[in-house]
């Protein structure tokens, strides 16, 4: 006899057979059961016959719904059966609606996430495995796993990863290397569903001598068009190629890669970095000349230029001010701020094309975010405070989630090298969302003393949590394969770890070389409806585009859910009444932005993918400010916007459609417009994405 089954949230209830017959009779035509009490009894005996014959005991509700629509066909109600199924889809939606709260929330979840029309808690419960835990705290928004393992996890036949993005390197500095090796390489990622980092600095820059025909090459930026037109064919059919495309600031070809972002026909389909030394950095400072410099393998030529790095950096700002392009990453410390540091067998070569995970060659991004906003006890009151142990248990839920997935994706990458770096060294990634939404439940203003001092801490809990988690994942399974004993040693451990964490794993070893990691979080957190990132808050409120019932287009203000759950708690009717802590992104200084994104990268082993917004009247001269103190912060890189740049792109952002229809959702992107509802797009996180639909160019 069945004594208990299994809720739809994972907890374990008495059977109740009650449930059972006001489902079916709430599913049919009103009175119908009156007169047919005897028919109704049989089919409940049925039923009970049916679970007891399949189930010992602790059935899924799912399960007996199965079961009653079974039990219902076999006595040819089968209109009574199809309002059964009706009546269940139309319970899963309100649960789902309950859950998201939104329909921006809910359009992303059913483009994105949802497989194959599955009911909310059948996708529950394929994300987690049917684990309860995780289902509860997916289900009250505490934790999030990234995108790629939302829409692919356990789902059956469909060739694709559960990580987000890889770096794939070109390794030989020939044709060879670049068509049949890397773009090859590029190309098969990208048809997984990953994105790809490239850098292009192992190439000859143009004029050094090559063994054919040609006596010449064209540089290491002409083969970026490559990769571009590839970038076009695997972009289309909607599955849009992300791309970042990389040049160490001492190659030869340098300022011929950043003056590609200044001709908007060129490299459309790939974002572009620099990456900046720091010996760069110090003779922009001191005044000294700069030697750019490359020595080819194959002939022994060696090509040196000598530059005015102020000139080269100034070259930069301005690039960047007119296109949003190229972003900054500060090589060393990408090379050297991180836990693998003393390990022979770990280098940082490269990054994903949001930048917020350094990896080695073939190295894979594995995401997951907790959210920081629903940690805030007593919201909106003088009693809020963050809970900190709440913090602890969702940091070590987190380490466990994507350990799991990393040896479940095991076999799932596009490349065999993919799957044995990432099994070799298991490069986690977990980070967070909610940030700004936290601090506005707070009370705490974005950059004051309070929220940098709260930033501290939280960064310091995870970081330690985190490590301790994955010495006893260590202690359970075994240190990732290349661990070694020395990687203890490493700066950014002995800086961070407190002494009673660290014994574990001088006892234990590490189970991931790598473990925290803020990346763009624009699906997940619009699903959830609080703030990305570690990002201000984009706006207190926008303008969200409708249709009427006459097709005609309306548009109604709609404030950023946390806002609008202060105004509520606080009786507030006017934002412009809103207390002084609650600021947007253009009311923060870039110096507050920047400094906040250094006190979390302090503890963040890997990277963070965050946007420095300006507005359209900023000068190049804001722009360098904040490549300089990006780099006195100790950032591993920067992503700078500039509101309105680039306004002389080809394909202009004014309203009018007309003659665009054949545009692929890669050049609407390229425009700043939104592919499907053809709303302007924001900029946040390193990522665009449409605040009127919840579209987002990024997979996280």
């Not at 009706?86 to 992303?108: G, H, M, P, T, V």
Request: net charge negative; with cysteine.
């Amino acid at each position: 006899m069945v004594n208990t089954v299994i809720k739809r949230n994972g907890e374990i209830e008495k059977y109740n057979v009650d449930k059972i017959i006001n489902a079916i009779i709430s599913a049919s035509p009103d009175n119908f059961w009156n007169n047919q009490k005897s028919l109704l009894s049989e089919i409940i005996a049925d039923v009970e016959d049916k679970i007891i014959e399949e189930f010992d005991d602790n059935p899924t509700v799912e399960e007996i719904q199965d079961i009653v629509e079974i039990i219902l066909i076999k006595h040819n109600l089968a209109e009574i059966a199809k309002s059964y199924i009706l009546y269940r889809n139309k319970r899963n939606q309100k649960r789902a609606e309950a859950w998201l709260k939104s329909d921006i929330a809910l359009n992303i979840w059913e483009r994105k996430y949802q497989h194959d029309n599955e009911s909310f808690d059948e996708f529950f419960n394929r994300v987690t495995k049917g684990k309860k835990d995780y289902i509860k705290v997916i289900r009250d928004k505490e934790f999030c796993p990234a995108g790629r393992i939302l829409a692919n996890r356990d789902v059956e036949g469909k060739k694709s990863s559960y990580s987000n993005c890889y770096y794939v390197p070109i390794t030989e500095d020939s044709l060879e290397g670049i068509f049949q090796q890397s773009l090859y390489e590029t190309a098969r990622t990208w048809s997984y569903g990953g994105g790809v980092g490239v850098g292009l600095s192992t190439l000859r820059p143009r004029g050094a001598k090559v063994n054919n025909a040609a006596e010449t090459t064209t540089g290491a930026v002409s083969f970026m068009k490559n990769f571009n037109a590839a970038a076009k064919t695997i972009g289309q059919k909607n599955r849009r190629a992300a791309l970042l495309l990389s040049l160490e600031v001492d190659h030869p070809d340098i300022e011929e890669f950043i003056e590609v972002k200044q001709d908007v026909e060129q490299i459309t389909k790939a974002n572009i970095s620099v990456k900046i030394t720091d010996e760069f950095m110090e003779a922009v400072k001191n005044g000294n000349d700069f030697e750019l410099y490359f020595k080819v393998e194959d002939t022994g030529e060696e090509i040196k230029k000598t530059v005015d790095p102020e000139r080269l950096l100034n070259k930069m700002a301005y690039t960047n001010w007119y296109s949003g392009e190229p972003g900054a990453l500060f090589k060393d410390r990408l090379e050297n701020w991180h836990m693998g540091t003393e390990l022979d067998s770990f280098g940082i070569t490269g990054q994903n094309p949001c930048s917020e995970l350094p990896l080695p060659n073939w190295g894979s991004c594995n995401l997951s975010s907790i959210n920081l906003s629903k940690l805030v006890k007593n919201p909106f009151t003088e009693r809020a405070e963050f809970d900190f142990e709440k913090l602890k248990v969702l940091t070590d839920k987190g380490i466990r989630f994507l350990d799991n997935i990393i040896t479940e994706n095991a076999e799932n990458h596009p490349l065999e090298k993919q799957k044995e770096v990432t099994q070799k060294f298991r490069q986690a990634g977990l980070g967070v969302m909610g940030w700004a939404s936290s601090l506005i439940k707070l009370g705490h203003k974005y950059g004051d003393d309070k929220s940098k001092r709260l930033a501290h801490r939280v960064g310091k809990t995870m970081i330690n949590q985190a490590l301790l988690t994955s010495a006893l994942l260590a202690k359970e399974k075994g240190p990732f394969p290349a661990y070694e004993e020395e990687m203890l040693e490493s700066e950014f451990i002995q800086e961070n770890i407190e002494p009673d964490i660290l014994k574990y794993a001088e006892k234990y070893g590490l189970r991931n070389v790598s473990l925290l990691s803020i990346a763009p979080t624009g699906s997940i957190s619009t699903m959830y409806q609080v703030s990305g990132g570690i990002e201000p808050i984009f706006a207190i409120s926008y303008e969200r585009k409708t249709e009427s019932i006459h097709e005609e287009e309306k548009s109604y203000k709609v404030y950023s859910n946390s806002v609008k759950q202060l105004m509520n708690a606080k009786n507030i009717y006017n934002e412009d009444n809103l207390p002084d802590y609650v600021v947007s992104t253009n009311e923060i200084p870039y110096e507050d932005r920047i400094e906040m994104q250094g006190i979390f990268q302090q503890y963040i082993d890997n990277a963070i993918s965050s946007t420095i917004n300006l507005p359209n009247e900023a000068e190049v001269t804001d722009v360098k400010d904040i490549l300089m103190l990006s780099y006195e912060y100790g950032l591993k890189g920067v992503t700078i916007f500039r509101d309105n740049c680039k306004r002389d792109a080809i394909l202009s952002r004014n309203d009018d459609t007309e003659g665009k229809q054949e545009l692929n959702e890669n050049d609407w992107i390229a425009i700043g417009i939104c592919p499907d509802c053809k709303s302007n797009l924001d900029r946040t996180e390193g990522c665009k994405s449409c605040k009127n639909c919840g579209w987002s160019a990024c997979t996280v």
